[in-house]
């Protein structure tokens, strides 16, 4: 259906199968919006049940987008310039509704020189921020992350970059930001990301979340594409993302796209993204989806110097006691000692599962050196390695646990469906 199929000889049992597949996949206010245009042998449970989840994901959107507003009126105030991402912004721009498609958390783009200024105007607004340790976001993220206690919980992140690890200082920010323009989300004065810009974003945001990719994400994809396409600057995308070195990954999205959806796409692209002479390290981000914790492990083999890099996997196998208590929801020393175990022996595992992937590429098989080796390899085509974080600690098999925190149950509950 999603790519124009019609749906004319679909029984009753084909459209509870729909129904339920458009719950896994994030498309049910999508689904609501086909049942109501269709006079098909659609059940009234069925009917109902999609309306009633529309009206949970209406309810939360509203909540974000009144969020959204005042926070992009307090950044006007203040003379930042921001760019929201995902959620409302994306919903508005390829659905046509604030309200048609979930979200869980606000995104934005804000200039790295701004964040103190950001961060403050966000504490004003009743924000704290969460960090596995002071400073920590701010010397190797590509975002902030601040919460408060409101419809729920809300979580904001003020991306300074597109990209994620290792990549994220790689990506031209002066370039993307030169080719925002002028626009209105939720009803508030905001820039608006450049079509290729937003699709770059797009396709690195569903290798980062792989494999827990919904449907709706790549639809988000397809949409934009069918919808712009006269607009894309197809050589401005494949300049950015082979800048930054992610040409590899922009196409693996694309190619994902178009095989479900069939998106239509410039023949060649993926050849001129740089997929005919794929990097070593997609084997571990493109490829190894399945390796838990894959950016955080990038990252530990770009970064420069030996305490810089023991630093770094010190907080990320060990937080603070604050940051466990809000992503797991233990408190206790008993609790937070188990706590710290599970996830200091996941992440290891994981890590050395990430590792051998790296090392069975014929690039490092070839090397005497090869812990060396990797490390240049990461750092290929990235000027700077300063700013990223994993992008699957959150996936962390979390503790048994009766209590947590609302904002991070709110993010968690949002995780396969939202964006």
């Not at 290929?380 to 098999?397: D, H, M, Q, V, Y």
Request: hydrophobic letters at 45%; proline letters at 5%.
């Amino acid at each position: 259906m999603l790519r124009g199929d019609h749906a004319t000889t679909a029984d009753a049992d084909d459209w509870r199968r729909a129904a339920a597949a458009a719950r896994a996949e994030g498309l049910e206010s999508w689904l609501q919006r086909r049942l109501a245009r269709t006079a098909a042998a659609v059940s009234d449970e069925v009917r109902e049940g999609v309306r009633a989840a529309c009206v949970g994901i209406t309810a939360r959107a509203l909540a974000l987008a009144s969020e959204l507003a005042a926070i992009l009126r307090a950044l006007a105030v203040n003379g930042i310039a921001c760019a929201p991402l995902r959620g409302a912004a994306l919903a508005e721009r390829v659905w046509d509704d604030a309200c048609a498609r979930p979200a869980g958390d606000i995104d934005l783009l804000v200039r790295r020189a701004d964040l103190d200024a950001v961060e403050a105007t966000l504490h004003a607004l009743g924000y704290r921020g969460v960090d596995r340790r002071r400073g920590f976001a701010r010397e190797f993220s590509y975002t902030l992350e601040l919460a408060r206690d409101a419809h729920g919980g809300v979580v904001v992140e003020p991306h300074w970059t597109l990209a994620y690890p290792p990549f994220a200082d790689a990506l031209d920010m002066a370039r993307v930001w030169a080719r925002c323009r002028s626009g209105r989300v939720v009803g508030e004065p905001a820039l608006l990301l450049a079509p290729e810009a937003l699709l770059l974003n797009l396709c690195l945001h569903v290798v980062h979340t792989a494999p827990d990719v919904p449907l709706l994400w790549l639809a988000d994809i397809d949409r934009l594409v069918r919808r712009e396409t006269d607009a894309i600057d197809w050589d401005e995308l494949v300049a950015l993302a082979r800048g930054a070195g992610v040409g590899g990954q922009v196409a693996a999205a694309l190619r994902r796209v178009a095989s479900l959806l069939a998106t239509p796409l410039p023949p060649d692209l993926g050849e001129t993204l740089g997929v005919a002479n794929p990097a070593a390290l997609d084997r571990l981000l493109v490829e190894g989806a399945d390796v838990d914790g894959r950016e955080s492990l990038a990252l530990l083999f770009a970064l420069g110097g030996i305490r810089r890099r023991v630093r770094y996997a010190a907080t990320l196998l060990f937080p603070s006691p604050a940051f466990m208590t809000m992503e797991y929801g233990v408190t206790g020393p008993g609790p937070l000692a188990r706590a710290y175990g599970r996830r200091a022996r996941h992440l290891l595992w994981e890590g050395v599962r990430g590792t051998a992937r790296l090392l069975r590429h014929p690039r490092l098989l070839r090397h005497p050196r090869l812990l060396h080796h990797i490390s240049a390899i990461y750092k290929e085509g990235t000027p700077c390695t300063r700013s990223t974080r994993s992008s699957t600690l959150n996936a962390t098999p979390p503790p048994a646990s009766s209590s947590t925190a609302s904002t991070r149950t709110t993010k968690s509950r949002c995780t396969t469906s939202c964006g």
